[in-house]
């Protein structure tokens, strides 16, 4: 009788998951979808983030993922996951500044000098902040991963002064941010999802589009564009998420291990992004694009133009939230 109790209570502790320390989940199934494709930083990370959360649910929980936007573009995809009917995504965090405005400040021109000074903010309470105010509209915030400084490719010419904007016509993220943004440089800025930009390109329907280095390289976009210039005009923080409707669905034990997963793959992610970048431009070069940096007195020279829409942004985003991360910034770079 002893010996019968004694594993009976063994199994209990198995069924709850205390006999060995390993979390108890059930058999499910997450759809994560995301833009680039899947040997890009961004798919890579999404590949480690389904990885780990194998392991830690001793395959309980397959996280099956959908790159290339296979599932449609950046803003259906968030529709998708208010809805339920996909589980995961990640994307650049402004993107959501149409369900929250103060997400706006992230993209706003010129405001990190280095990727460091963007972990600093939006791993901190500034980026929690920001992350808790969409729970309500849907989603759950993870963590915050990185796509990296923009840079601007077209057909007709290298920029290396602000003249050299002017009558591009220059694809951009479907915020108003960016369409003032290229507005003001003198571009003509042409909102539009990224699954549809390399054919906009090759059929002439925009002459040009701002990206990272291996954003422009995962989606060849070097066969249908001439020259990069190293802008560096947005720092791109990026948001994972869960829909709320699946979050609220898992055990707390389901939700430590994709929450764990979530921070372990964002070291992993932000490192291969980083490392990614000089490679993808060599990279870039190799495939036939005239690649050119930009002289520091005319980038002074941009700053200067674009000045008026980070004072419109940073206002309509809070100038409260604002003032937190210039100050923030101000004690990083003492």
């Given at each position: 009788m002893k010996t019968f109790k004694l594993l009976l209570a063994a199994a209990v502790m198995a069924g709850t998951g205390l006999a060995s320390g390993i979390a108890v989940a059930q058999d499910k199934t997450l759809r994560f979808?995301?833009?680039?494709v899947a040997e890009h930083p961004q798919g890579r990370g999404a590949a480690k983030f389904a990885e780990i959360v194998k392991a830690k649910s001793g395959g309980k929980i397959d996280v099956r993922l959908f790159p290339g936007g296979q599932?449609?573009?950046?803003?259906?995809?968030?529709?998708?996951?208010?809805?339920?009917?996909?589980?995961?995504?990640?994307?650049?965090?402004?993107?959501?500044?149409?369900?929250?405005?103060?997400?706006?400040?992230?993209?706003?021109?010129?405001?990190?000098?280095?990727?460091?000074?963007?972990?600093k903010i939006v791993d901190g309470p500034i980026g929690t902040k920001l992350h808790k105010g969409v729970e309500d509209k849907g989603l759950v915030g993870l963590a915050y991963w990185e796509l990296g400084f923009r840079n601007v490719t077209n057909s007709r010419r290298p920029i290396t002064k602000l003249e050299d904007f002017k009558g591009l016509k220059i694809r951009v993220l479907q915020s108003p941010l960016f369409l003032d943004l290229f507005n003001t440089l003198g571009a003509n800025a042409v909102p539009m999802p990224f699954p549809e930009l390399y054919a906009a390109l090759e059929q002439k329907v925009v002459d040009g589009q701002e990206n990272p280095y291996p954003t422009i390289l995962g989606a060849k976009l070097n066969e249908v564009q001439k020259f990069v210039s190293a802008t560096r005009h947005i720092y791109n923080v990026q948001s994972l998420l869960i829909s709320k409707k699946t979050w609220d669905a898992l055990s707390a034990d389901e939700r430590r291990i994709i929450q764990e997963a979530a921070a372990e793959a964002r070291e992993f992610q932000r490192k291969a992004s980083r490392d990614a970048m000089d490679g993808a431009l060599e990279n870039l070069k190799?495939?036939?694009?005239?690649?050119?940096?930009?002289?520091?007195?005319?980038?002074?020279?941009?700053?200067?133009?674009?000045?008026?829409?980070?004072?419109?942004?940073?206002?309509?985003?809070?100038?409260?939230?604002?003032?937190?991360?210039?100050?923030?910034?101000?004690?990083?770079r003492k």
């Open positions: 979808a995301f833009q680039n599932l449609g573009g950046d803003l259906p995809t968030v529709s998708a996951l208010q809805g339920g009917t996909i589980d995961m995504t990640v994307l650049n965090s402004g993107l959501l500044v149409g369900i929250d405005k103060q997400f706006a400040v992230l993209d706003l021109p010129f405001l990190f000098n280095a990727p460091e000074e963007a972990d190799k495939g036939g694009m005239t690649a050119n940096e930009v002289a520091p007195a005319e980038m002074a020279r941009i700053r200067e133009a674009v000045k008026p829409v980070v004072e419109k942004f940073a206002k309509e985003s809070g100038e409260a939230l604002y003032g937190e991360i210039q100050a923030e910034l101000a004690k990083l």
